[in-house]
């Protein structure tokens, strides 16, 4: 996760959130793996603890990660279905159904539309 820039255009505390979840998402942390602790990504990030803490908290409440006492936090059981779970969601909501009320009005089919999806990812994979 450290390294990854900020962006200022997103709240940090979100960023923090989503890297972590990012980090869990590809397996860069595991179940019960360990997540890099507040202090660490303050001195990385040169930012506020408040701030930080907000975006771990965040993770917290929707149990994906869970404390130990003294120790540090750690990525609860289940925590990567479930981000998959609520990322995919998000993904039907804020891209394929504005994608399918704009291809309604255009007269765009559904399979001019999978053929769209398989030119970009043509394409994207000739970039590669």
Same mark, same amino acid.
């Given at each position: 996760?450290?390294?990854?820039?900020?962006?200022? +255009?997103?709240?940090?505390?979100?960023?923090?959130?989503?890297?972590?979840?990012?980090?869990?998402?590809?397996?860069?942390?595991?179940?019960?793996?360990?997540?890099?602790?507040?202090?660490?990504?303050?001195?990385?990030?040169?930012?506020? +603890?408040?701030?930080?803490?907000?975006?771990?908290?965040?993770?917290?409440?929707? %149990?994906?990660?869970?404390?130990?006492?003294?120790?540090?936090?750690?990525?609860?059981?289940?925590?990567?279905?479930?981000?998959?779970?609520?990322?995919?969601?998000?993904?039907?909501?804020?891209?394929?159904?504005?994608?399918?009320? @704009?291809?309604?009005?255009?007269?765009?089919?559904?399979? @001019?539309?999978?053929?769209?999806?398989?030119?970009?990812? @043509?394409?994207? %994979?000739? @970039?590669?």
């Amino acid at each position: 996760m450290l390294g990854k820039a900020l962006d200022e +255009h997103k709240p940090i505390f979100l960023q923090v959130k989503e890297w972590i979840e990012d980090q869990i998402i590809n397996d860069e942390i595991q179940e019960e793996d360990q997540i890099p602790s507040t202090t660490q990504i303050v001195q990385f990030y040169k930012i506020n +603890h408040v701030t930080v803490s907000k975006g771990i908290n965040l993770l917290l409440d929707a %149990n994906i990660v869970y404390k130990k006492r003294g120790v540090g936090m750690f990525v609860a059981k289940g925590a990567k279905e479930k981000l998959i779970r609520i990322r995919k969601d998000a993904f039907l909501n804020q891209y394929v159904l504005p994608l399918v009320q @704009e291809a309604e009005k255009l007269g765009i089919s559904g399979a @001019e539309i999978e053929g769209f999806i398989k030119k970009v990812k @043509e394409q994207k %994979n000739h @970039e590669i």
